[in-house]
């Protein structure tokens, strides 16, 4: 059997991809390892309970790909408003911290607004910008200061990366982490002042089925998925791929969205030392645990950060604050997500330290609250951004792309990147590979 284009992975990048070659009329074949397509884009059913796999929520900067996305097929999409909080010193401030201080105790807001002030002078007349910074730690030192980096940037993202942070490098970032303005700094100290700050701050989401609804959607009319099928091996020189279901398939053109490590393994002529080099690619795994209450929302955040050591999870939320059809009128949904890098952690012993942190914050009063729980697992959730990455993933992505492979998605390119990146990106493959 041979194809024009092979699309190995369907998840969002994947779907996309097929989405526009069915629509050029290019011949194709994706294959899907799960009996359905979406990867971690996906949504879990509890009696009358909605969990995702972890948060996902539609942000677009891009007119031209809302609209598109919008244009779907049956999918109902509605905007919805972000609340987000940090949960520190025993209390919540407005997100994002580095410009939100009030309400924060007197020494630490101090602490906090001072540094940033500090930090902000040495740029200006020192020449000590936040860009020249080889490492994470270091540009956010430079970016906000020496306290609001000790009390929060450091200790959540080292939670939330289980890496060293003077090791990480800063080309992740990009507009995930809001860098504000010396007058929102100042006002932040000084009232509550929800702010707008980010990329998230109103978000799109489907109405009355979770996120799964998007991949579903892209699905709708896409004759050539074989689901519950994996590719097994590629042999790039012969542009030939064998199937779990024992087929062998050659193709004009690849588009692969499997983590670029994965592909690498199984690329039987891929040269040992990219080989190598690949096996030195990290990223960072979320088990997250789902929990449907038997009471109305316990807080009125869509999701709350908790940079302090004591909590297993570096940010948990309430879905239903923010998607009220995620759980019954006399319930609600809470998401607690505990990152993780070597083994998968034990979930019960997990389960019981979580409850009894929520218990401590107020957010369930007893176990008794608790009338469903659902816990879910996305290894390598979070790729690591440091220098091995920095130097391997261009020449790999440069060799596949010499036999014919264009990669994809978040782990196809080995970013970390947003679900518009994924759409922007596999639409984009097509119009690469329908070209030659």
């Keep these: 059997m041979r194809v024009p284009v092979l699309i190995a992975g369907g998840g969002l990048a994947g779907l996309a991809c097929a989405r526009e070659l069915q629509a050029a009329q290019v011949p194709y074949l994706l294959v899907e390892r799960e009996a359905e397509p979406g990867g971690l884009c996906r949504s879990v059913r509890s009696g009358p309970y909605t969990f995702d796999y972890t948060g996902h929520f539609l942000h677009f900067k891009n007119p031209r790909t809302r609209s598109w996305v919008q244009s779907l097929p049956g999918l109902r999409l509605k905007e919805r408003r972000r609340h987000a909080a940090i949960y520190s010193r025993g209390g919540y401030s407005e997100y994002p911290y580095q410009e939100n201080t009030y309400g924060l105790p007197t020494a630490t807001a101090r602490e906090n607004l001072l540094g940033y ?11 000590k910008d936040a860009a020249e910074a080889e490492d994470f730690l270091e540009w956010s030192r430079r970016a906000f200061g020496l306290g609001i980096t000790k009390n929060f940037m450091e200790p959540y993202n080292a939670k939330l990366w289980k890496f060293p942070l003077d090791r990480l490098t800063t080309h992740w970032m990009g507009r995930f982490v809001p860098r504000p303005q010396v007058k929102a700094v100042v006002e932040g100290a000084l009232r509550v002042r929800p702010s707008a700050a980010g990329y998230n701050a109103t978000f799109l989401y489907p109405e009355g089925d979770g996120i799964q609804a998007l991949p579903r959607a892209l699905a709708q ?29 050659g193709y004009d053109r690849l588009v692969s969205t499997l983590p670029l490590p994965t592909l690498a393994a199984l690329t039987e002529d891929l040269p040992a030392p990219l080989r190598r080099q690949a096996r030195g690619l990290k990223a960072t795994s979320v088990v997250s645990l789902n929990y449907g209450l038997r009471r109305p929302d316990p807080v009125p955040y869509s999701w709350v950060y908790f940079p302090e050591p004591r909590f297993d999870f570096h940010r948990a939320g309430c879905l239903s604050a923010c998607v009220a059809e995620s759980a019954p009128k006399s319930g609600s949904t809470l998401y607690v997500e505990v990152s993780y890098r070597g083994p998968k952690p034990d979930v019960r012993a997990l389960g019981r330290r ?76 097509a119009v690469r590979v329908r070209g030659r």
């Design 117 to 127: 002030l500090e930090a902000a002078l040495q740029t200006r007349f020192h020449g």
């Design 221 to 249: 009319g896409l004759p050539n998925l074989a689901c519950g099928t994996a590719l097994r091996s590629l042999d790039l020189g012969r542009r030939e791929a064998r199937l779990s279901n024992g087929a062998r398939v």
């Design 354 to 429: 979580v409850l009894g942190s929520l218990k401590s914050i107020g957010w369930i009063k007893s176990e008794r609250d608790v009338a469903v729980r659902v816990d879910l697992d996305l290894p390598g959730a979070y790729v690591v951004y440091d220098a091995h990455r920095e130097k391997t993933v261009p020449g790999l992505l440069a060799h596949f792309r010499s036999g014919g492979v264009e990669s994809a998605g978040r782990w196809g390119l080995w970013e970390y990147g947003s679900m518009e990146s994924a759409l922007e990106q596999g639409r984009q493959a």
